[in-house]
Nanobody, 125 residues
């Protein structure tokens, strides 16, 4: 069992930066691939980025590639999402999630079995 708590959201102007953090509990945290997803009002939850259990590989949605960076610190049970050059269309609730069973890093929501409560990111134009 893993519990996830996100933090770091807020209001930022377009072009600005934010760093989201996700604190995980449990010894198995370091065994899980981790992902960030987001959900804007009236839209479905979508994949943003994911990182392998050991941090050796990462995957990004095309919409954030080159602007966002996912990282993790297994010694601290933490996952981060550094978001630069933010755009108004990045406005959403951002969720951290853990995948306990996949071999490769995945983008599909249904393989992630543990979720945080989300943190709001608002980008003003």
């Amino acid at each position: 069992q893993v519990q996830l708590v996100e933090s770091g959201g807020g209001l930022v102007q377009a072009g600005g930066s934010l760093r989201l953090s996700c604190a995980g509990s449990g010894r198995k945290f370091r065994d899980y691939h981790m992902g960030w997803f987001r959900q804007a009002p009236g839209k479905e939850r979508e994949f943003v980025a994911a990182i392998s259990f050991n941090g050796d590989s990462a995957d990004y949605a095309d919409s954030v590639k080159g602007r966002f960076t996912i990282s993790r610190d297994n010694a601290k049970n933490m996952v981060y999402l550094q978001m630069n050059s933010l755009k108004p269309e990045d406005t959403a609730v951002y969720y951290c999630a853990a995948d306990s069973s996949s071999f490769y890093v995945e983008r599909r929501l249904d393989v992630f079995d543990y979720w945080g409560q989300g943190t709001q990111v608002t980008v003003s134009s």
